[in-house]
């Protein structure tokens, strides 16, 4: 690209300073891109506009390093690199969301006390920065806009529904995350405290035996006295891990990560009994048009939006309550067999597919472990739940162009048949192929009639 082009490119691009970084020692990313970073790497320009996702963390191992423009490579084309544990050699990936703006330069600072880069804030900082912009061009990477590194055709797919309104309803005012989730401690305490009450029950249930209790005094004794420094350092332990969580609370409940809540087992309306409990408890169309009015306000993209954002902050920052969200939305748009039919969500659906068939593709094969697979709705924790939600969406999709209805589906459902018996070897039922030449097949002869109508023997008579 010639300088002139350039300079446009310059000017019309976002920019992301990256000041007082860690030298050697900082993986910094920002949506499918992600690098380890040298001591001349002070951001990233040409950004383009719109809704992108910065990343980074610490390596605490020795890692071999590369200087800024050294870009970890993909297991494939289209394919994103993840490093398993969050990072290459490090502890937490933390990242936010921004949605950039054309010309706008974003500042990252590096605080040193709290190992954590910070945004600037101040206006008058901002401007200062944005003036003398110029400095820091030789000291700043490339977003790969141009081919063939450039991973922006790609990233769009995964982004295209994310906009300003999803990144304000969903994450905090800083648009910040972390791989550290709230909710899995909150799980974790809930299941302590269920298996401290059964082992209490079982104690108290064991048979008391006069004369053993006496033979067994020393060493029932001793056992008490085991247990009581057991009990104090667990009651240390606790008090400290309540400290932390409330010291966390007070903080800022802006903090949070806000994804729109929804119980896949609670399907059907209050009140419900009988036959309507059975049905919608199997079906989901009545949870997902009640989520998909009330909550989204029948808006397709501000639902496919979090959709998308759940997904990549679940592949980037690895943060498992982003995990829950994709993989609930995931079963209650695959069991929605009512929605599937209605013409009502015909565009909601049909973006799902294509949405997840874009995801699906840009993924490891083995991204996914089993126990993460299990399905919420069985004990199994083997089950993959993705694999049956695919096969009852084709099921659905089947049905539904059997009957000549939603026929937008049939393409879309072919595509992503085809990649996951690719990627997966997973076996979607449905012949998409077929019942598209056939609804082809039909077309023409219905055009075939209509012209014999017109220009045969039984044509109508214009009367003047």
């Not at 101040?122 to 141009?146: N, S, T, V």
């Amino acid at each position: 690209m010639d300088n002139e082009n350039l300079k446009k490119l310059f000017k019309a691009g976002a920019i992301l300073l990256v000041l007082d970084a860690p030298q050697s020692q900082l993986e910094f990313g920002i949506d499918v891109n992600c690098w380890n970073t040298g001591p001349r790497f002070k951001g990233i320009k040409f950004i383009p506009p719109g809704a992108h996702f910065v990343y980074y963390s610490l390596h605490n191992t020795k890692t071999t390093q590369s200087n800024s423009q050294d870009s970890l490579e993909g297991e494939g084309e289209g394919t994103i690199q993840v490093t398993e544990g969050g990072v290459t050699g490090g502890d937490v990936r933390i990242g936010f969301w921004r949605l950039f703006e054309s010309g706008e330069v974003v500042v990252m600072k590096w605080n040193a006390y709290n190992e954590e880069m910070e945004l600037e804030k101040d206006k008058d900082q901002l401007a200062r920065y944005k003036a003398g912009i110029q400095e820091f061009d030789p000291f700043l990477g490339p977003y790969p806009l141009l081919p063939p590194e450039s991973t922006y055709p790609a990233w769009l797919k995964l982004s295209d529904h994310i906009s300003r309104a999803t990144i304000g309803k969903v994450f905090p005012a800083d648009g910040f995350v972390n791989s550290h989730d709230d909710q899995l401690e909150d799980e974790l305490a809930r299941a302590t405290k269920i298996i401290d009450r059964q082992q209490k029950k079982e104690k108290e249930e064991l048979p008391q035996a006069g004369s053993s209790s006496r033979t067994m005094g020393p060493i029932r004794e001793e056992e008490n006295t085991v247990e009581m420094e057991t009990n104090s350092e667990a009651q240390h332990l606790q008090e400290q891990s309540k400290d932390r969580t409330t010291m966390r609370k007070s903080e800022s409940k802006d903090n949070l990560v806000k994804f729109t809540p929804f119980d896949l087992r609670s399907s059907f309306r209050k009140g419900a009994v009988g036959e309507e409990v059975t049905r919608y408890s199997l079906d989901k169309s009545w949870l997902l048009n009640n989520l998909f009015t009330t909550a989204y306000n029948s808006d397709v993209s501000l639902f496919l939006g979090e959709y998308q954002a759940a997904f990549v902050t679940m592949l980037l920052s690895y943060h498992l309550g982003a995990f829950r969200q994709w993989k609930s939305m995931t079963i209650l748009l695959c069991q929605s067999t009512e929605a599937s039919l209605s013409p009502n969500y015909t565009r909601l659906i049909s973006g799902f597919i294509g949405t997840l068939h874009q995801q699906l593709v840009s993924i490891p094969s083995n991204f996914f472990m089993d126990l993460l697979f299990a399905s919420p709705d069985q004990d199994d924790m083997t089950a993959n739940f993705l694999e049956q939600g695919l096969k009852m969406l084709g099921r659905n999709v089947q049905a539904a162009l059997r009957r000549g209805m939603c026929l937008e589906f049939r393409k879309p459902m072919h595509a992503l048949q085809k990649s996951v018996l690719e990627s997966f070897e997973w076996k979607i039922p449905g012949d998409f192929k077929k019942i598209q030449q056939v609804l082809e097949m039909q077309a023409q002869s219905d055009d075939d009639d209509d012209d014999y109508e017109e220009e045969g023997e039984y044509a109508p008579v214009i009367v003047e």
